[in-house]
């Protein structure tokens, strides 16, 4: 890969296959061959990857993932300097969507240097297309908080949000995530569990939130999981009685939250002062 005409270096940014192989693009494998340095998030995996596509590295590379980005990247922008081409690869998808590469390409560009990229596969936009839920407008949010509590507090604050939800989420926490999903969303929102794209053990389960809790709970998904979750409905014209946010507050209980966070998610939904619904659920 041939330097800038003035010699200087550049960044780019190579999107590496989510599981299946043939999905590695030419420019994937012309990077990897002529690449000066590859920060890679794994370096095992890339040289499995390198094996795998029949290309042979003659680049530098180096470890570069969430515990050592922050020591890493000064040395890479002087490998930048010194007219280095710098390829950065993760496990799988595109460098910077929730994994490591933003932090490189932040301090490349403030150093004057270009960055550009290769672009390959994206499980956020994969499990988009196959979820069967509208793609036209949806909101990327990455991993939830790993604690209950704000994980929680993060879903209350995502409630009301009218467009398509996509979220990573871990396999020890997927059952959790869907309960608090069910209880702060609603069990009747449709959504639907991307597990292990492209892989040979690909699967999609579709159905209400409630229908996949219940399911995670009995069979737990392994894997690489993406979670597709639908936007809010439009909020209605006229605001429900008292009796019937009653009966939504009481609907939010009785799917986990407690009274507190479900008179929060009720409010959020109907676009109501907290306090306000508080007063209705205890007059």
Do not use: W
């Not at 050592?68 to 910077?96: F, H, I, K, Q, W």
């Not at 989420?169 to 702060?184: F, Q, S």
């Not at 998610?265 to 619904?277: C, F, I, P, Q, S």
């Amino acid at each position: 890969m041939a330097r800038d005409e003035d010699g200087s270096g550049r960044v780019v940014l190579a999107g590496a296959p989510l599981g299946n192989i043939g999905d590695a693009s030419a420019r994937l494998r012309e990077v990897l061959a002529s690449a000066d340095v590859i920060a890679a998030e794994d370096t095992r995996r890339l040289n499995r990857l390198a094996r795998d596509l029949g290309v042979t590295v003659r680049g530098r590379i180096v470890s570069y993932f969430e515990g050592n980005d922050e020591r890493r990247t000064p040395e890479l922008v002087e490998a930048l300097a010194a007219g280095a081409v710098v390829a950065v690869v993760t496990d799988g998808g595109m460098p910077s969507v929730s994994d490591p590469g933003y932090r490189l390409v932040r301090a490349a560009l403030d150093a004057g240097f270009p960055v550009t990229a290769a672009p390959g596969p994206s499980a956020v936009t994969t499990a988009l297309a196959l979820s069967g839920l509208p793609s036209d407008r949806f909101v990327f949010e990455g991993f939830l908080p790993r604690t209950g509590s704000g994980r929680r507090s993060r879903l209350r604050e995502l409630a009301a949000e009218p467009r398509t939800l996509v979220f990573f989420e871990a396999p020890h926490r997927i059952v959790g995530a869907l309960a608090d999903l069910a209880a702060t969303f609603g069990a009747d929102r449709p959504g639907a569990i991307c597990r292990e794209l492209t892989k040979t053990y690909e699967e999609i389960r579709r159905g209400t939130l409630g229908e996949l809790a219940e399911q995670a709970a009995t069979n737990e998904p392994r894997g690489e999981i993406t979670l597709v979750v639908a936007g809010a409905p439009v909020v209605p014209a006229t605001v429900p009685d008292d009796e019937e946010l009653r009966a939504a507050v009481a609907g939010r209980e009785g799917a986990g939250l407690s009274r507190r966070d479900a008179i929060q998610a009720v409010a959020d939904e109907y676009g109501l002062k907290k306090r306000d619904v508080y007063n209705i659920v205890h007059s």
